[in-house]
């Protein structure tokens, strides 16, 4: 096996446990102790993964716990989100009911949709005003309001979101890996997220390149829950996942 054939299979071995061991790679690899830990020394070294004693970890596996405030994020991949959310937004159609949920892209998305008698829900109040400011219906949640995501949260809007059947739904993440799916700092949130998603008949994760390879405290979904929408990635090793769009 060549040495860039390897590399891959090494960053695939590692996306999916999040570490390894130097024999579980001779063994997954069928090739020498001494050949791995020059891999392991080489890929360090391009920072393709964090080599430790007896193996290596993936890179980014600091676990964020808390959100950023919008009006920090909204700066932050101004043009990515711009991309992303005009791709996002023409997959709306006409008579379409959608679940649009709290998020920097996902508020961006808005201003490109041209569908008609198309209904929605949210959990933001920003995103909520700017749907209605469209002309569309648009209905909000009941629950707690989350002052640094502009989100309600909490089991009422839970409750709230039994009734609904989407046929289309977007949603932010703070995160995102194969093993540990898609993820939020806060399990108020996380839970509307859940439940959101599981009621929608298409799922679609907006999210940006920088999300990758990032872990928040609470998963929401699996990764192959959904369909990401994201910019072109700069990461080979997501790139043959079949759910990820890149625009």
Same mark, same amino acid.
């Not at 096996?1 to 390897?6: I, P, Q, S």
């Not at 999916?16 to 050949?35: F, K, P, R, W, Y």
């Given at each position: 096996?060549l040495?860039?054939?390897?590399?891959?299979?090494?960053?695939?071995?590692?996306?999916?446990?999040?570490? /390894?061991?130097?024999?579980q790679?001779? !063994? $997954?690899?069928?090739t020498?102790?001494?050949?791995?830990?020059?891999?392991l020394?080489?890929? !360090?070294?391009k920072?393709?993964?964090?080599?430790?004693? +007896? +193996?290596?970890?993936v890179?980014?596996?600091?676990?964020?716990?808390?959100?950023?405030?919008?009006?920090n994020?909204? %700066?932050?991949?101004?043009? $990515?989100?711009e991309?992303?959310?005009r791709?996002?937004?023409?997959?709306?159609?006409?008579?379409d009911?959608v679940?649009i949920?709290?998020?920097?892209?996902?508020?961006?998305?808005i201003?490109?949709?041209t569908?008609?008698n198309? /209904?929605?829900?949210?959990?933001?109040?920003?995103?909520?005003?700017r749907?209605?400011?469209? +002309?569309?219906?648009?209905?909000?949640l009941?629950g707690?309001? %989350?002052?640094?995501?502009?989100?309600?949260?909490?089991?009422?809007?839970?409750?709230?979101? !039994?009734?609904?059947?989407?046929?289309?739904?977007?949603?932010?993440?703070?995160?995102?890996?194969?093993?540990n +799916?898609?993820?939020?700092?806060?399990?108020?949130?996380?839970?509307?997220?859940?439940?959101?998603?599981?009621?929608?008949?298409?799922?679609?994760?907006?999210?940006?390149d920088?999300?990758?390879?990032?872990?928040?405290?609470?998963?929401?979904?699996?990764? $192959?829950?959904?369909?990401?929408i994201?910019?072109a990635?700069n990461?080979? %090793?997501?790139?043959?996942y079949?759910n990820?769009? $890149?625009?």
């Amino acid at each position: 096996m060549l040495a860039e054939d390897r590399c891959k299979k090494i960053l695939d071995i590692l996306d999916s446990m999040g570490s /390894v061991t130097v024999q579980q790679l001779m !063994d $997954e690899l069928d090739t020498s102790e001494s050949t791995i830990r020059r891999d392991l020394v080489a890929m !360090d070294k391009k920072g393709y993964l964090t080599k430790v004693h +007896g +193996g290596a970890i993936v890179n980014n596996t600091n676990i964020h716990t808390q959100d950023e405030k919008v009006i920090n994020r909204l %700066k932050k991949n101004r043009n $990515e989100k711009e991309q992303i959310a005009r791709y996002a937004a023409s997959l709306i159609v006409d008579n379409d009911f959608v679940y649009i949920d709290a998020g920097t892209t996902t508020a961006v998305m808005i201003d490109y949709i041209t569908a008609k008698n198309v /209904v929605f829900v949210t959990n933001s109040l920003t995103n909520a005003k700017r749907i209605s400011d469209r +002309g569309y219906t648009v209905y909000i949640l009941g629950g707690e309001f %989350k002052s640094t995501t502009e989100a309600i949260v909490g089991d009422e809007a839970v409750v709230t979101l !039994d009734k609904y059947n989407f046929t289309k739904g977007f949603w932010g993440a703070n995160g995102i890996t194969v093993k540990n +799916g898609f993820t939020t700092p806060e399990i108020k949130e996380a839970m509307v997220k859940k439940k959101s998603m599981e009621n929608s008949k298409e799922k679609y994760v907006l999210a940006d390149d920088s999300k990758f390879s990032q872990v928040s405290s609470i998963k929401f979904a699996d990764f $192959e829950d959904a369909v990401i929408i994201t910019n072109a990635l700069n990461n080979d %090793k997501y790139k043959k996942y079949q759910n990820i769009k $890149e625009v």
